[in-house]
Structure formats: C-alpha cells, structure tokens
Nanobody
C-alpha cells in the first residue's frame, strides 16, 4: 500500500542527539498510524513511538519517554523521530511502519501486527 523509507541513522555519542526520518511513498502520513520500532540481536522488535496526526497525542515507550519526540512534516510526507539524550541501549536498527489508512494508534500501537508496511531500517549506534 505504502513504502516507508528510513534515513538519518548513524553513530552518536552518549547524551547526544540524532534525527531519524521516515518518508512515505504511495500514501500519506496523515490519517493513519505511523510508528517507529527498533530491533537488536538481543531483543525482540520493540515499539518506540507512534502518531496518528499532528493534533493527536503521540505514543512513546517507557524507555524513550521524555527523550524522543515524533514530528510530522506534511509538506514532505515525512515522519521524524527526534532522539535526544541517547543511551547505549538505544543502539538498534530502527524501522518505520505504517498502518492501513484511517487506523488510529490506540493502546495497541506497539503491536507489530497492527502495521502493514515496513521500511528496511536504519542503523543507530550510540558510542561510549
């Protein structure tokens, strides 16, 4: 239905900041739940943050709450993840995922089964 494409990954020092971007083709970031997940060899896929619209409150996992922020750029059809005060445990491959049209995020936003279209991921490495 849509094709997410992540960018902005790289290496960052502990306590630093990084901005990830998810560009959607074939669909709009409006009127659907779009989320960020991350995965490491040691952990299963984990929901990081999600948003339905600029007017709706975003969702964050407890591990990133207060440090990561979601922002939408409707002009560029892009969803951003602003990462601040990063920690070593933030190192992972970050994936952008889009739910079907008109699907709100709700309390199941962190369930991978909610999302139909996934990007290929971008690596984030937090160095000490």
């Amino acid at each position: 239905q849509v094709q997410p494409k992540e960018s902005g990954g790289g290496s960052v020092q502990i306590g630093g900041s990084l901005r990830l971007s998810c560009a959607l083709s074939g669909g709009t970031v409006r009127s659907r739940c779009v989320a960020w997940f991350r995965q490491t060899p040691e952990k299963e896929r984990e929901g990081v943050a999600a948003a339905f619209s600029v007017d709706a409150d975003p969702y964050y996992s407890d591990s990133v709450l207060g440090r990561f922020t979601i922002a939408r750029d409707r002009q560029e059809n892009t969803l951003h993840l602003q990462m601040q005060n990063v920690k070593p445990e933030d190192s992972a491959v970050y994936y952008c995922a889009a739910a079907p049209m008109y699907r709100s995020c709700g309390p199941t936003w962190h369930d991978p089964a909610k999302y139909r279209d996934w990007g290929q991921g971008t690596q984030v490495t937090v160095s000490s």
